[in-house]
């Protein structure tokens, strides 16, 4: 019995590596856009503009207050009701990339705002633009704050990004939903796609953490 | 060069700067002192735009600081800056701390810029520290190389913050020796400071400013020696009794 189900199991690798495939791919494309949607957005929210900043907070507070399940569902049913056409796969990156791009948001104005404001104001006083100030001397220091929390949210949206399973997207999960159809073992089945979705991700929880001791290492050094 | 009319500030209800009318001429050196939370730091800081002025008119170099046609980026760069706490990048090292600014907004090539910082750390007796990172660097000569990264923009007008009050006592006169020696080639200086020695080297007046307004206005000899009103007697009382 066993050894039939296991039969079967090695019989669909091709479709777990689509799965598996289309999560790494999907994952890869909205945390590069989301990153840099949201640094951008962390700049500007961090920025001098109250309008803006307000704007701003107020997306990133309703993404974040809201289920992502719920999101997709509105992108991916709701927009073409309003004439908007999406296949499921750029609903699943435009989704995904703005949650990603809130939560990256709110983890660089952090950053940000952990730069002394001595420094803003050495930077200032050198004549340094506002672009120039954030380049050279602000964005540079924030990234030691950034970066381990940063790498730990690109965990938490590798694992999220199996909600896309809901719209039709086969990813890692959506195979374990078509192969458990085949193969009548959930435990089985569901245990590797959790184990596939481990090894995407144990590598960076394993970076985070070097990193996190690189900045209080960084930090100790520092102390004056 | 530097001209007050008037200049009022408030932080909320506190009146920090009150009508201060007081102007420093091309080549002067001024000592600005008085008790902790007289507002002598704001009145600095007012120079360069890192306060504003709630209330009356300065005029720096010719431009009127916050006004809004002033640019104040532009007029920054012929304006540096000292702070207390030094303020160095702390993720540069002592050279690009000095030569990130004529990179960036003098435009100046990258390598005349370093040749010319290493020149000015030289001057301030780094030679040794061009790649050396501020944590790596004593108080003094963090402080040295933020004299060294304001001079390396060649400004007009150099801003000395007490410069020397977050350092220790053996360490005070490698600064105080730059400054000397900067004040010395003919350049409009402002420092707030508490240390005598280098106003009666080098200032020309000194301005004792209390509760926000000037008290009083002399050469360092005259103030020192005979000041002229009860509170910057009880002053200097309290910074010569040690």
Redesign the interface.
Known sequence: MIWQQLHSLIGSYPLALRGLGMTVVLSLISLALGTLIGFALGVLRAGDSRTLSGVIGAWVDLIRGTPFLVQIFLIFFILPELGVELDAFTAGIIGLTNLASCFICEIVVAGIRAV?T??V?????????RW?RMR??VL??AMRVVLPPLVGQYVLLIKDSSVVSAIGLTDLTRVGWLVVQRVPNGLLVFALVGLAYFIVCYPLILLASRLEKRLGAAHA??Q? | MIEFRGVNKWFGPLHVLKDITLSVEPREVVVVCGPSGSGKSTLIRCI???ETINDGDLVVDGQHVGDRATNM??L??E???V?Q?F?????KTALENVA??PI??RKIPRAEAKSAGRELLAKVGLADKFDAYP?ELS?GQQQRVAIA??LC?RPKIMLFDEPTSALDPEMISEVLDVMVAVAEESMTMMVVTHEMGFARKVAKRVVFIDAGAIVETGTPEEFFSHPRTERSRAFLSKILRH
Not at chain 2, 87 to 91: E, G, I, K, R
């Open positions: 002394p001595g420094q104001e050495a930077a200032l006083a050198s004549g340094l633009s120039q050279q001397v540079p220091q050094e520092v004056l | 360069n735009g890192l980026t532009q920054r760069t304006i540096g800056f702070f706490q303020n160095l990048y702390p993720h990130l600014a960036h907004v944590a108080g990264r304001s923009m």
